[in-house]
């Protein structure tokens, strides 16, 4: 029998590529999602890009416990991937309560009625954010945490709760795992990243500069104490992103217990940089100017990967270029994202 994976956020950007990745697999997938930040044309196009049907998808609130409820009832769950989160930095400022209703809230109403329905596997999508402005690089699990804002709060938030869970249930199986930067597309040029409005992330931003959406790209400053004094990252290409959370699925039933890991590449890139590989990719320089640091950036956030490439034997292959080229796939040809 297919093993039956809920992804709750399945319809957006990360959760959307990696029901993609499961049903490529073989997996029986079902996806729970309020379409507060996607389109439920995603769901069209998993199917479309996977060849296979999603087994269902669920218009339902992640923190709606008698509709989730009815959701686990309706089925044989086996394990839970759980993306549904409000994940803004700015808006986390403006909108705490709203983030940690949603964030901290609705993973406690998955965890209850995970328990429930008797579903005890979970990987849970925390951020590299939990770091906060750290001095050493690269980080590791064991690098100390201290989270900036109200988002990367609610990321770390969640994980103590999932430990002092698991500590208490002990037939419970958690992996979360800290995203980098993940960008990109899957290659297939039907999924990308479609964020609504003005795009806080770069490399949407730059995507939405070269197909003529916008004019120029905002550097946010060029005096960070790196390289070229442009902000570095630990960009991560989705279908990478998708990949690992396939293999932490398989790797679930290795141990009980909560277990986390870093989800990146262990290379860091300037925005400038980024700048330049799309421009290649894509074969339309991007017009950037340097304005002043956004507030709250770091100058460098780089991975150390090689704890989840000892646990799973598994690392991300897809470099910068195909970062670029994919994103860049998906947005020439959906200018204006899923809408029209
Ligand atoms: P996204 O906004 O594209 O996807 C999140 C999905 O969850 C959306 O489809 C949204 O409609 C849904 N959702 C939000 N609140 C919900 C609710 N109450 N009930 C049901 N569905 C709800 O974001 P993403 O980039 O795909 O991020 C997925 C997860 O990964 C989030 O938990 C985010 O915090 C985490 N993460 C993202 C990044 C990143 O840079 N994209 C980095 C680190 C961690
Ligand atoms: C990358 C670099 C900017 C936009 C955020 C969250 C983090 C995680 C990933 C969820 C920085 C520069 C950006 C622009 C620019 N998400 N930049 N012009 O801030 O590293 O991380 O997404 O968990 O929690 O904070 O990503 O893409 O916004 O910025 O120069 O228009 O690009 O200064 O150096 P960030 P980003």
């Avoid at 669920?58 to 989730?68: C, E, N, P, T």
């Avoid at 699990?141 to 900036?148: I, Q, Y």
């Avoid at 690992?244 to 277990?259: P, Q, Y």
């Avoid at 421009?279 to 340097?290: L, M």
């Amino acid at each position: 029998m297919p093993e039956t994976v809920l992804v709750t956020g399945g319809a957006g950007f990360i959760g959307s590529h990696t029901c993609v990745e499961l049903l490529a697999h073989g997996y029986e997938v079902i996806v729970v999602d309020n379409h507060v930040n996607s389109s439920p044309h995603a769901l069209e196009r998993i199917a479309k890009t996977a060849g296979r049907p999603l087994t269902a998808a669920y218009r339902v609130d992640v923190r709606d416990r008698a509709a989730l409820a009815q959701v686990f009832a309706s089925h044989q769950v086996d394990a839970v991937i759980h993306f549904a989160a409000h994940k803004a930095v700015g808006e986390s400022v403006a909108l705490p309560v709203e983030y940690y209703d949603t964030n901290v809230g609705g993973t406690c109403a998955l965890l209850s009625v995970m328990r429930e329905h008797g579903v005890h596997r979970l990987v849970f999508s925390s951020s590299c954010s939990v770091y906060g402005d750290a001095q050493t690089m690269p980080l590791t699990e064991l690098s100390p945490v201290a989270p900036t804002n109200p988002y990367a709060h609610t990321k770390l938030m969640c994980e103590r709760i999932l430990e002092d869970v698991c500590d208490h249930l002990v037939e419970m199986k958690v992996l979360a795992l800290r995203y980098f930067n993940p960008v990109g597309a899957h290659p297939g040029g039907l999924l990308g990243e479609d964020p609504r409005g003005v795009p806080d992330n770069v490399m949407p931003y730059v995507a939405q500069v070269a197909v003529g959406r916008r004019e120029v790209l905002s550097v946010f400053g060029d005096d960070y104490p790196t390289p070229d004094g442009t902000g570095v990252r630990d960009y991560i290409h989705v279908m990478d992103v998708a990949e690992g959370h396939r293999v932490a699925v398989e790797h679930l039933d290795d141990r009980t217990g909560m277990r986390v890991f870093n989800l990146g590449t262990g290379t860091g890139t300037s925005v400038l940089q980024l700048v330049a590989a799309f421009g290649e990719a894509s074969g339309r320089p991007v017009p950037y100017r340097i304005v002043d640091r956004r507030p709250g950036d770091v100058a460098e956030l780089v991975a150390d990967p090689s704890a989840v490439a000892a646990a799973w034997d598994w690392t991300t292959t897809r470099d910068l270029d195909a970062m670029c080229r994919d994103a860049w796939r998906f947005q020439e040809r959906n200018p204006h994202g899923y809408a029209r």
